[in-house]
């Protein structure tokens, strides 16, 4: 990856509970974005953070930034078990190449 | 609504041939992308155009070229194919546009598995 790192690597918890994955970038940035991929399958965005937000909600998603840490935590809020999938942060400037972090792998089970 | 449409789904070559990947993006979007992922990689960006022109390069090998069409569709072509090209690739759609905020969400096609025998 040229962005950096995402922690954990893996994580699997029960369904109601919150799941919490970190990433961090190396490059100054103007966006942070979260996209969701299931197993062998496209990615879908999921939310989007601008260099000036600190933290954006959207449905049972929280994005947090920290621009000084070049940081960002995305949690999910009472997980089901169709949040199974992998998770990756990318950072890119509008019309050019989305930098993907290592992705979370998050298994929820029933 | 529509998205980005990507065939076929599945390819198999065997080394030393060549294979072509084509990508229909979201009408009206005006930036296309394609992208490398290899088991339990996160993708990597190959190549991308705006409007038809390259506009971004990432590690594209020279074996590969891509290019888009006039009616936009876009096509990744792969030559000497070697067992390490075995990869999902996929293509994604942007509308950059003008006047607007540059928010760069990019949709994603299902992708083409490729697998290098």
């Known amino acids: 990856s040229q962005q950096g790192e995402e922690d954990p690597q893996a994580l699997s918890i029960q369904e109601g509970e919150n799941a919490t994955m970190n990433c961090s970038y190396k490059t100054s940035i103007n966006n942070l974005q979260w996209y969701r991929q299931n197993s062998g399958r496209g990615l879908v965005h999921l939310i989007l953070i601008r260099s000036n937000e600190r933290e954006k909600h959207s449905g049972r998603l929280r994005v947090t930034l920290d621009t000084s840490k070049k940081s960002s935590s995305l949690l999910i809020t009472a997980s089901r078990a169709a949040d199974t999938a992998s998770y990756f942060c990318a950072t890119g400037d509008s019309g050019y190449a989305l930098n993907f972090g290592k992705g979370t792998s998050l298994l929820v089970t029933p | 609504a529509a998205g980005v449409i990507q065939s076929p789904r599945h390819l198999i070559k065997e080394k030393r041939e060549t294979a072509t990947l084509k990508c229909y993006p979201i009408p009206r979007h005006d930036t296309v992308y394609w992208y490398q992922q290899g088991p339990g990689q996160d993708p990597q960006f190959l190549i991308s155009?705006?409007?038809?022109?390259?506009?971004d390069k990432g590690s594209i090998p020279d074996r590969f070229s891509a290019q888009q069409f006039s009616d936009y569709h876009s096509e990744l072509n792969m030559s000497s194919l070697e067992l390490g090209d075995s990869a999902l690739y996929f293509c994604a759609s942007s509308l950059i546009g003008w006047g607007q905020v540059a928010k760069n969400i990019q949709y994603f096609g299902a992708g083409t598995r490729l697998s290098v025998l």
């Open positions: 155009f705006y409007e038809k022109m390259q506009s």
